[in-house]
C-alpha cells in the first residue's frame, strides 16, 4: 500500500464529490464530533442545521474542522481534512446566502432530512428553526491510500 499526500486542488475535487462529514468541534477542551451532510465550493463548506449543543458550542469557539473519507477497503481509501471558522448565516443579513447554500445543498435529494429529522425526534411536532452556516476554510490536507485490494494476497503482510 502507497500513502500519497492531496495538494488542494485534489482535496476540492474530492470534496466537491461528497456529501457526508464528521463536524468537529470543542469547547473547554472537550472535543465534539458528529456526522453531517455539506456542500463544499471553494473557500466554503455549507451545512443545513438546527440549533444545539454543536452550534453553542462554535458560537463560543468558531474553530472548527470538518474530515470527509471514502474507504473502499483498509488499503484503498482517502480522507481530507478542512480545518475553517464557523461562520452563521441568519436572516436577514445573510439572505442571499442562505439562498445560495440552499441551492448547493439541494443538489442532494431529501437534503434537509437528517438535520431536521434528528431534531424532530426531540422535540415533536414543535416548530424547528432551521439554521445555514457554512465554514471558511483556512486549510485542507488529504491523504489517498492505493494498493491491493484487501482481498488479493495474503492479508497478513497488509
Ligand atoms: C448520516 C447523518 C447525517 C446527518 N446530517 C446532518 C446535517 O446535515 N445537519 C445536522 O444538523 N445534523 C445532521 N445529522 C445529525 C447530527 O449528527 C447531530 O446528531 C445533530 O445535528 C444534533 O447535534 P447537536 O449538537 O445539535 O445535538 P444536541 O441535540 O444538542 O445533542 C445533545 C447530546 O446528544 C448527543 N448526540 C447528538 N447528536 C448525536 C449523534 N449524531 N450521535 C450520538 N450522540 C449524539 C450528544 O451526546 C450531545 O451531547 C446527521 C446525522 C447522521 C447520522
Redesign the pocket.
Known amino acids: 500500500m502507497v500513502i500519497t499526500e492531496m495538494n488542494e486542488e485534489e482535496c476540492g475535487a474530492f470534496l466537491t464529490s461528497a456529501s457526508?462529514g464528521r463536524?468537529g468541534c470543542s469547547l473547554d477542551n472537550q472535543p465534539?464530533v458528529?456526522?453531517?451532510?455539506?456542500a463544499y465550493e471553494p473557500a466554503y463548506i455549507y451545512?443545513?442545521?438546527?440549533?444545539?449543543?454543536?452550534?453553542?458550542?462554535m458560537r463560543a469557539n468558531p474553530r472548527v474542522c470538518l474530515e470527509v473519507d471514502e474507504i473502499k477497503d483498509q488499503s484503498q481509501w482517502v480522507s481530507v481534512i478542512a480545518n475553517g471558522r464557523y461562520e452563521e448565516l441568519p436572516e436577514p443579513q445573510y439572505t442571499a446566502e442562505r439562498e445560495h447554500a440552499r441551492k448547493r445543498?439541494g443538489k442532494r435529494y431529501r437534503?434537509?432530512?437528517?438535520?431536521?429529522?434528528?431534531?424532530q425526534l426531540?422535540l415533536g411536532d414543535e416548530l424547528i428553526t432551521p439554521?445555514f452556516f457554512r465554514i471558511l476554510i483556512d486549510s485542507m490536507t488529504g491523504l489517498r491510500a492505493t494498493g491491493e485490494s484487501a482481498d488479493s494476497g495474503n492479508a497478513e503482510q497488509k
Open positions: 457526508l463536524l465534539y458528529v456526522p453531517i451532510y455539506f451545512v443545513l442545521s438546527t440549533f444545539g449543543q454543536k452550534t453553542e458550542w445543498l437534503w434537509w432530512q437528517n438535520a431536521l429529522g434528528e431534531r426531540r439554521l
